[in-house]
């Protein structure tokens, strides 16, 4: 068998270079407002552009029950708006582990860039945040 040249050999190692760099979803990792200190969230926002839309991953670790955060709160809800213009529209509400301090979400966001926020609420269903605000964040 004829050995390869050495063009043969490098592009395959380029190509995946290059679908590396070029690829993959946006990943950030935030710090909470002084209203949870010490609470962090790791984000993973997988962009699809040809479909408008945004999968969202939130872990969140070292956070306080919703209550300790705002007197009355029972969930924490994650929030987003396309500019700071345009109001805040309702993703879901976080599944939250008491005894770990965890939280977590996967959702899907009908925008490529937007602002996040995640907030204490009172209920995990409430139509507009309050301004007991955890984690922000940009996505884009």
Partial sequence: RAERSPMRRTFPVLLSLFLFACGGPLKYEVASSAKAPGADAKVVADVKKDQNQTLLEVEVKNL???????DGSSAFVAWYRKGSSAQWARLASLKYDK??????????????SFDLQISAEKA???????SDIVFSQRVN
């Fill in 64 to 70: 306080p029950p919703p209550e300790r955060v705002a």
């Fill in 124 to 130: 995990p269903d409430v139509a507009s945040p309050s």
């Fill in 99 to 112: 005894d770990d301090r965890k939280g977590s979400l996967k959702a899907s966001a009908p925008e490529t």
